[in-house]
C-alpha cells in the first residue's frame, strides 16, 4: 500500500493543516450534540477555505476524547498546527461560535 493512498491520522490532520482545524466531539445518542451539528455544519460552509472540520464521535474514538480530555459532550476544540487555540463544551450559538472562531483566526 502507497504511503499517498494512506488515511490521514486525527494527529496529522491537526498539525499538518493549512488552516485552522475544529474539532467537534460528540456521539450519536447526545441530544445537545444533534442540536450543535447543524450549527457547526453552517458555520463550516461559510468559513469555508479558512477552517477545516472535523467529527469526532467518542464512542467509536475513545483515544482522542481521552487525549484531549474531553470530559463532556459536544466539545468543540480548534487547533492550529496541533496546538489548541480553544476549547468549549456545550451548546453555543451560531452567533457565538463565529465570533470565536473570527477571534481566533485574526489573532494567528
Request: hydrophobic content about 40%; glycine content about 4%.
Amino acid at each position: 500500500m502507497e504511503a499517498t493512498s494512506k488515511k490521514k491520522s486525527f494527529k496529522e490532520l491537526i498539525q499538518q493543516s493549512e488552516v485552522p482545524v475544529l474539532v467537534d466531539f460528540y456521539a450519536d445518542w447526545c441530544g445537545p450534540c444533534q442540536t450543535l451539528s447543524p450549527i457547526v455544519e453552517q458555520v463550516a460552509a461559510e468559513m469555508s477555505g479558512k477552517i477545516k472540520t472535523i467529527k469526532v464521535d467518542v464512542d467509536k474514538n475513545q483515544r482522542a476524547a481521552m487525549n484531549y480530555q474531553v470530559r463532556s459532550i459536544p466539545t468543540l476544540i480548534l487547533f492550529w498546527k496541533g496546538n489548541i487555540l480553544w476549547r468549549r463544551a456545550g451548546l453555543m450559538t451560531k452567533r457565538e461560535l463565529l465570533s470565536l472562531l473570527n477571534n481566533s483566526i485574526s489573532q494567528n
